[in-house]
């Protein structure tokens, strides 16, 4: 557990420091490509007072909505650490959480989500996101993945053994 918990808030922490040296740099330098990418990153200063792409901006529920979506994560990740094995799905649920818990901390002390790069490829070219945001898209797709694994392994038949006392001609 205290493995997991060590990787969240190590994430959590990262993904904050990117966004707080974002924030200290004037906004008239952005966008501007993050050297060592080559020109495949850009890096900008966004502020999103909404969900993705700025819905809802300006109401109450771009906080509570969050809030209690990161909270019922964090119930399911606080049960699934009481569980024996399960390792992806706990890898999962602590990603997930990381970077909910860093989008949330965003909203209800600065009243904003600090997006700060954008990959330059194809339609990626227009979303601004952070690091909390891709962790939540890899939590889930890691969660989404094991269920879809684990339904399709419900499926298959079940094997028998073989009985090893029968003779074979």
């Not at 966008?31 to 809802?56: D, M, T, V």
């Not at 799905?89 to 909910?100: C, D, H, M, N, V």
């Not at 989008?103 to 790069?117: A, H, I």
């Amino acid at each position: 557990m205290f493995g997991f918990l060590t990787f969240g808030t190590t994430l959590t922490f990262l993904d904050q420091a990117f966004k707080a040296r974002i924030e200290k740099e004037e906004k008239g330098t952005f966008p501007k490509e993050l050297a060592i990418s080559k020109g495949r990153i850009k890096l900008y200063q966004n502020h999103n007072e909404g969900f993705s792409f700025g819905i809802l901006k300006g109401t109450r529920a771009v906080q509570l909505v969050p809030l209690c979506v990161t909270s019922a994560f964090a119930g399911a990740w606080a049960y699934l650490m009481g569980t024996r094995g399960r390792i992806l799905e706990k890898l999962a649920l602590t990603l997930t959480l990381a970077g909910g818990v860093s989008n949330l901390y965003d909203r209800m002390k600065r009243g904003y989500v600090v997006d700060y790069f954008s990959i330059q490829c194809g339609k990626l070219k227009k979303v601004v996101f952070n690091l909390g945001d891709i962790f939540v898209f890899l939590g889930s797709g890691i969660l989404f993945g094991a269920e879809i694994v684990k339904e399709i392994r419900g499926m298959l038949p079940e094997k028998t053994p073989v009985d090893s006392s029968r003779e074979t001609m």
